[in-house]
């Protein structure tokens, strides 16, 4: 487990990678070294399955290991062995009969939330208020993890590919690089929908 961010290697030296704790602790639990002395055949796992919080931090720390990943472990990427585990960002409570628990479905965005509980109403049916909504994956209990995140049967997981490995070294360097000058002009001109801005 990763104890918060880790370094943004778009911005380090090969020096600062090799330094920063968990940057190190992550190329040795893989066991196949890095950069040009990564071999595949050594990694010691089939998949790496990124696993992160469903919110905007959690998708902060994927893009941090996808370029970590990309730049020192590319050959995880190009064959297909890294994965995101995709936690839900709700949990709805529906309703049953005589006001008993029914069904618990899972949402993965606040905008499939919305047309769940829309398609809910259409049907007549009601749920649990307030609706949970995880702020991380602490906040599961342990089933809950292994129900939504964790078990092979039920969990989502997304391949990644060098193209999002490349989106999100290209984003990185943009808005975390040195380059001051192309990150306002992207601030000042990119179509972003400020309400989903979570700050």
Not at 14 to 19: G, H, K, T, Y
């Amino acid at each position: 487990p990763l104890r918060g961010k880790i370094l943004n290697v778009q911005k380090a030296s090969l020096a600062q990678m090799l330094e920063d704790k968990e940057c190190a602790s992550i190329i040795q639990v893989i066991g196949a070294g890095s950069g040009k002395s990564f071999e595949l055949d050594e990694a010691r796992y089939g998949r790496i399955i990124m696993m992160s919080d469903a919110d905007v931090d959690g998708s902060h720390i994927r893009c941090l290991l996808l370029t970590l990943l990309y730049r020192y472990m590319k050959p995880l990427i190009d064959s297909g062995r890294v994965f995101a585990a995709m936690p839900p960002l709700h949990r709805i409570e529906v309703m049953g009969a005589g006001g008993k628990k029914g069904e618990v479905l899972y949402t993965y965005s606040d905008d499939e939330m919305k047309k769940v509980t829309a398609d809910l109403t259409k049907q007549g049916k009601r749920w649990k208020e307030p609706i949970q909504r995880y702020k991380g994956l602490g906040e599961m209990d342990a089933d809950q993890l292994r129900e939504t995140t964790m078990d092979p049967d039920h969990r989502t997981l997304r391949r990644v590919t060098i193209k999002d490995a490349q989106a999100a070294e290209q984003m990185f360097e943009l808005l975390m690089g040195n380059e001051v000058g192309p990150r306002k002009d992207f601030i000042s001109t990119a179509d972003i929908d400020r309400d989903r801005i979570d700050a």
